[in-house]
């Protein structure tokens, strides 16, 4: 059994403009020790999506209105709150996209990191600061008993977000969530924290959840994504599969506009054309069609259904046959 | 943070200069003097000779700039003079009332808290609910009821509910007695207009306490909280409420200041006897004297209650260092 099974998924937030269907009925799995990214671009419902699984969405406006999540033999979305509550940071940790303003600026480092175990585990005081100082040496924090004592705005962007990953794996959660975890960091920065998330997350057995806008982060750091587009999954595989042999136009379009060291300077970026469409007013049709070139007359009709297009590999695409076969005929 | 303290309590010798060359010229704009009022108050024929010895006697003939002069040098050496109306020292006057006028200040201040805190904090969790809705009446009542009206109230309700619990009817005592001399008597006097006045200043902090707390918990570092499996009780105590003091302190801040000087109406409606009488009377006096020492008085109040607040600051946020 997969460790985290999410099934028709769907979020909504009723606001004075319209309900928007933020997260419209996605399913996907997670198995013991696998890293799972979920991709889309700003506004596609895969942060809402994170919320969702620990029940985070503000409600009001929020509110998940239908689908299971089980995890550990428990449907998530039908715990009570105090049940909920020991799973939140005991179970499943959290990494959020901005370190400036995540962290508590009136709370000392110490402080924030021991709350967890102490809340969870019900450490004493001495012990879970003997915790935290472990916890960061793990995540590379110099001089732990130091900083220990410091506040958040003494750390900087790269510091900040070492603290939440540590906070994160402080009760050794089975599942870590990170919502854009580097969107908000330098470059460097972005590819040291990436790569001791990966080790850690190896090192400790600890499934993880990486939702990201960045192709480059799916690729190195994923055994397997999640494309996201409107609220629904478009496409799903392996990271190898979505990366090499994409199968829906989206992901085509959108590994299309990333600049590739392997092609020419000269190469012209290809954006993804059009804006992405108001989760408001939703027909029945494929969200993509108004940005797709390979638009028909059957994608306005109904909204294609995740299909296999390979071993573990499926995408929602009328026409991804001939997208494969066109990808090959170039290659 | 000595050093910065320091520095603060030398800015007060300008600012206190600055509100007494204020002062001073603002209540000699005012036509008519204490001579003119002691001996014609009453629309009587004033006799222009005694009116010369008197204003003579007072020095209300000499040059403004000398009489500015004066001032300044007798207030910086500490020496307040007399009382233009009474005769009396005017530091024996204010600290005859000055006590009763803290004291009430503090109590009143203390009530407002208590009051704004917990309501303020109930409101903003409870959003929306008829809970909230009851709340933000209370504390919208706070600041329409006028206090006076709300004092009469009190003293009635008291003499009432006496009269049918007790038999007898009681009525707070109108006679001041220090805490430390007999605190049941003192607090049975104060404690009334310390509610009124703290029940009406607390509608502000209530309402600030509130919309802060409000946008606190839509910050981030709540949301991590929340992620954290954190009682909400845990993050609404540690982890918001702090962060949304820093507003409220100041509003309590600048009300405790006020109180100190402030009160004519609750110190009528309770007989007591303030320095807000003190300042009303001294005005309509044109007690030049009273009147200024007592502006000095509370400009001190207000800088050093600024600082306290400034203080305040520090110890609830870690960013904000003084040097």
């Known amino acids: 059994m997969a460790l985290l099974e999410i099934d028709e998924l769907k979020t909504q937030f009723f606001t004075s403009a319209g309900t928007v269907l933020a997260v419209d009925g996605i399913s996907y799995t997670v198995e013991e020790g696998e890293t799972v990214a979920v991709v889309g671009e700003s506004g596609c419902g895969k942060s809402v999506s994170a919320l969702s699984i620990l029940r985070l969405v503000a409600d009001p406006p929020g509110k998940i209105v239908g689908g299971r999540i089980g995890f550990m033999g428990r449907n998530l979305l039908e715990l009570s709150d105090s049940e909920i509550r020991d799973v939140r940071g005991r179970h499943i940790g959290m990494i959020f996209q901005e370190p400036m303003t995540s962290l508590n600026p009136v709370l000392s480092i110490g402080t924030q990191l021991t709350e967890t175990v102490i809340h969870h585990l019900g450490y004493s005081e001495e012990r879970a600061a003997s915790r935290s100082l472990e916890l960061m040496e793990m995540v590379g924090i110099s001089d732990p008993p130091r900083r220990l004592n410091q506040y958040p705005h003494h750390l900087s962007g790269g510091m900040r977000q070492r603290v939440m990953i540590a906070m994160a794996l402080a009760c050794e959660p089975k599942l870590i969530i990170a919502d854009e975890p580097t969107t908000a960091l330098d470059v460097t920065i972005q590819a040291q924290i990436l790569e001791l998330m990966k080790n850690l997350t190896r090192e400790l057995g600890v499934a993880m959840i990486i939702i990201t806008h960045n192709l480059g982060v799916v690729a190195r750091y994923a055994d397997r994504v999640n494309v996201m587009y409107a609220g629904k999954i478009i496409e799903e595989g392996s990271a190898e599969d979505v990366y090499h042999r994409p199968r829906h136009p989206y992901t085509l379009a959108l590994l299309n506009s990333v600049p590739r060291v392997d092609q020419q300077r000269s190469a012209k970026l290809d954006p993804v054309e059009g804006q992405p469409p108001d989760l408001t007013r939703l027909d029945g049709s494929c969200s993509f069609r108004p940005r797709c070139r390979y638009a028909q007359e059957q994608c306005a009709q109904s909204f294609p259904e995740l299909e296999s297009v390979g071993e573990g590999h499926r995408a929602a695409c009328f026409r991804s046959q001939e997208i494969a076969a066109g990808l090959e005929q170039v290659a | ?323």
């Open chain 2, 1 to 323: 943070m000595y050093k910065y303290v320091v520095k603060r309590l030398l800015l007060l010798i300008p600012t206190l200069f600055g509100a007494a060359v204020l002062v001073f010229l603002l209540l000699r704009a005012v036509p008519g003097d204490v001579c003119q009022l002691r001996l014609g108050g009453g629309g009587e024929f004033i006799d222009p000779r005694a009116l010369a010895t008197c204003q003579e006697e007072l020095g209300l003939n000499d040059p403004l700039s000398i009489q500015l002069v004066d001032f300044l040098v007798n207030f910086f050496t500490f020496n307040f003079g007399e009382s233009m109306w009474t005769g009396r020292p005017v530091a024996y006057e204010i600290g005859l009332r000055f006590e009763l006028s803290l004291q009430i200040a503090i109590m009143a201040t203390f009530a407002s808290i208590v009051i704004a805190l917990p309501l303020g904090t109930i409101s903003a969790i409870k959003q929306n609910t008829w809970i909230d809705y009851l709340v933000r009446t209370i504390s919208i009542a706070g600041l329409a009821i006028p206090s006076f009206w709300l004092g009469i109230i009190i003293i009635l309700g008291l003499l009432i509910s006496t009269q049918h619990y007790l038999g007898t009817p009681w009525m707070p005592p109108i006679d001041y007695r220090p805490l430390w001399e007999d605190p049941g008597y003192n607090l049975s006097m104060l404690i009334w207009p310390a509610l009124a006045t703290g029940y009406r200043y607390s509608a502000v902090a209530t309402r600030m306490t509130r919309s802060t707390l409000l946008e606190v918990l839509r910050e981030d570092y709540v949301r991590t909280a929340r992620a954290k499996g954190l009682l909400e009780k845990m993050i609404i105590n540690r982890h918001a409420l702090r962060n949304a003091m820093l507003p409220v302190v100041t509003i309590i801040g600048i009300e405790f200041a006020f109180l100190m000087g402030g009160l004519v109406v609750t110190e009528q409606v309770f007989n007591l006897n303030g320095i807000g009488k003190l300042f009303v009377e001294s005005v309509g006096n044109q007690d030049y004297v009273m009147t200024q020492s007592l502006v000095m008085l509370v400009v001190t109040i207000f800088v050093l209650v600024n600082l306290v607040v400034d203080i305040l600051y520090a110890v609830l946020d870690p960013r904000i260092r003084y040097s």
